[in-house]
């Protein structure tokens, strides 16, 4: 085989003691993209097992064949634990998968604010399924400061779903107790807000930190998970926080109805069974957030 | 860092197309054994991400750290599908890990049949965590032909469970008809089994052809699911054919009171909860078992 068809690009995957002593290694067929960013690399890899590839500092971001877990575990959770979300907030995503999935729901608008521009410039020339609905005129997006963006806004947005890289280097201001009182402040009286919260298998302790700092600002927080083979620990997680209504209450029908209602289609992952399913956890998990 | 430290172990994880495109590698801290057997290379890593790590010809086994899904979901999801199984069989399964979960049902008596003695050594030597009811009395120990084994007993068991390794290689004849006619023919009237069957992310094509050649033998035929990191897809599923019971008629109550009354303890992964949504399955999974 010639070089190029023994191209590898490998993430290491550090657990919570810090230590990379594991990594995942996928084979290459084109370096499609490759540049610093003013903060921080960005590289888009065409893989033999994965499709395309987003890696953002080496580590996997998104890619073809998995992202649509993500994408609408992210979303549609969130979207569909409120009653009639009308203005969402994505905060980072700028692959433009959150985007594309949430605007499957009849809101009114939708922005999307990512620090990185290079990021999105990237997603619409090179991940064109994934960043499929950036021309929407109901998505307006903003490259610019997520933290920032928050503090100025205030009781304005039904949903809001943070799809933050991991909680070390630059997105480490995204789980803090101040951001989150912002996206609380930022919340209608009603609002939902989703966040990624890593693997319970890697990440235990950041989890049950994060549910404890939570339930200090929002008066319910819950946990729920899905599978992203790319990830590091593959069962991921996210966090449900909501001032009012409960996960437990919303019924499968009333999913089943609005997406009827609003023709929503093309989801692989997300049904009204496995929004259900998808807070059921296993005990090893259960331990880690209870109150 | 010394080579030692430095030292890395990897499996190359094919995809359906037999291409070996990614794979995953952990560092290790020592390699505890290593032996060609009569069968395959069975080698014992102590890593440090995974704790210790059972390899049969390269391909991870089970590890200390995520053994416990794959073991908790492959015997107690059949064995509370039966309402009351007595007599229990594993195929494979030599690690100890499945016949440690089955033994905390009340059964007279579970078989454990592998066809590769080095496996049940190595484990009681190295795996002790793993293999630790080898010496329990209601435990027979069958270092043998699974093959051959089932041919051989008609309608004895009320649960069999398949842990074989993939299906390529060694392992190519547990995936057959004339197996699983026998797996039939050894259950009794009323009898249910499970087989691992591999990642819906990797081997779509398998299961769905999996799925309809179990419906020509058994009238019961469903999937379900789990999460195995060090598994390639990390999304796993295994098979249940079942004689007459229905995992959708199981009542998460039965469940529960069994596991109370028989002073079931140390689940990590299985619940009545888990039990019922490992049964929930994705759309993009549901549509490759469409009958």
Known sequence: MDERVEHWISEHQ?????????????????????????????????????????????????????????????????????PDPKKYLIIGGGDGGVAREALKHPLEKAYLVDIDEDVVTVSKKYLRSIGSEFDNPRLSVHCTDGIKF????????????????????????????????????????????????????????????????????????????GVIPTYPGAFWSWTLASKKYQPADVAMDSIAKRMKAGNMKNMKWFSPEIYKAS??????????IRA
């Not at 995942?24 to 890899?45: A, I, M």
């Not at 209608?188 to 600002?217: N, W």
């Open 14 to 82: 550090a657990l919570e003691n810090g230590m990379s002593d594991q990594r995942l290694s996928l084979r290459v067929k084109q370096h499609l993209y490759s540049k610093k960013s003013q903060y921080q690399q960005v590289d888009v890899f065409d893989t033999w097992s994965y499709g395309r590839v987003l890696q953002l500092d080496g580590v996997f971001q998104t890619t073809e064949k998995d992202e649509f877990v993500y994408h609408e575990m992210i979303s549609h959770v969130p979207l569909f634990t409120h």
């Open 150 to 225: 928050m503090q100025e806004r205030k009781h304005e947005f039904d949903v809001i779903s943070i799809d933050s890289t991991d909680p070390i280097g630059p997105a480490v201001g995204l789980f803090s107790n101040e951001f989150y009182q912002d996206v609380f402040n930022a919340l209608t009286p009603d609002g939902v807000m989703a966040c990624q919260s890593e693997s319970p298998f890697y990440y235990p302790e950041f989890i049950r930190d994060l549910h404890k700092r939570l339930r200090t600002i929002f008066p319910i927080v819950t946990l729920y998970t």
């Open 279 to 288: 807070f059921v956890l296993p005990p090893f998990v259960q331990q880690l």
